[in-house]
């Protein structure tokens, strides 16, 4: 089965720094990558996802990069703001369409400093 | 477009009493369900996967008498929390995904359920 690992567990940056959290996964079958953010006393929301058959996306401060060689994904937020901060989840799919389910990171809590 | 409503947001009960979430897609026919558990400062929790018109997947170690899910309908699964015990005091969140998404198709989250148990 998938295998999702997080890293760091927490972090803290400048506002204006980047920011960037990685996570390795170990089933090669699997080919979507959603990131979510998560503010306190709420559900995650889904924030960028990546299929596989591209090695980036961007959407404004928050891109995504993903290597399948190597197995792992990254979620990259420039010019940082202090409502950046949550704590963020990446996913990777397991199992086949009929019958699936989503393993998620063990969440990065990360602080923007005003 | 996407939007996962669940209710209640909060909820407070005694002990051995039993407690119903709903979790309603309200734009979008969802024929999956899932349905997490997340203690403070932890990640996600998959208890179940609802299907709907047939019986929910529980994850291991889930006793699924203690959490009964009922798919009834391709917007709307409820989780029930039986015989509810203070260990049972946490946060529930249920996910759903498009009708006909497979497992490489975005998840939409509900807000989420603060359930305490006295």
């Known amino acids: 089965g998938e295998n999702v690992e997080q890293h760091p567990s927490t972090l803290s940056v400048q506002e204006g720094d980047s920011a960037v959290i990685k996570c390795t996964y170990s089933d090669s079958a699997s080919n979507y990558f959603p990131w979510y953010k998560q503010e306190l006393g709420k559900g995650p929301q889904l924030i960028i996802d990546?299929?596989?058959?591209?090695g980036e996306k961007k959407d404004q401060r928050i891109a995504v990069t993903l290597n399948k060689t190597a197995k792992h994904f990254s979620l990259h937020i420039t010019e940082t703001q202090p409502e950046d901060s949550a704590v963020y989840f990446c996913?990777?799919?397991?199992?086949?369409?009929?019958?699936?389910?989503?393993?998620f990171g063990t969440g990065t809590r990360l602080k923007v400093l005003a | 477009g996407a939007v996962v409503s669940q209710h209640p947001s909060w909820v407070i009960c005694k002990s051995g009493t039993s407690v119903k979430i709903e979790c309603r897609s309200l734009d979008f026919q969802a024929t999956t369900m899932f349905w997490y558990r997340q203690f403070p400062k932890q990640s996600l929790m998959l208890m179940a996967t609802?299907?709907?018109?047939?019986?929910?997947?529980?994850e291991q170690g889930v006793e699924k008498d203690k959490f009964l899910i009922n798919h009834a309908s391709l917007t709307l699964s409820t989780l029930t929390v039986t015989s509810a015990h203070p260990e049972d005091s946490s946060f529930y969140i249920c996910s759903a995904s498009h009708r006909g998404s497979s497992y490489n198709s975005p998840l939409h989250f509900g807000n989420g359920t603060r359930l305490t148990v006295t």
């Open positions: 609802s299907n709907e018109g047939s019986k929910a997947t529980y």
């Open positions: 990546i299929r596989s058959n591209v």
């Open positions: 996913a990777a799919p397991s199992g086949t369409s009929g019958t699936y389910k989503y393993i």
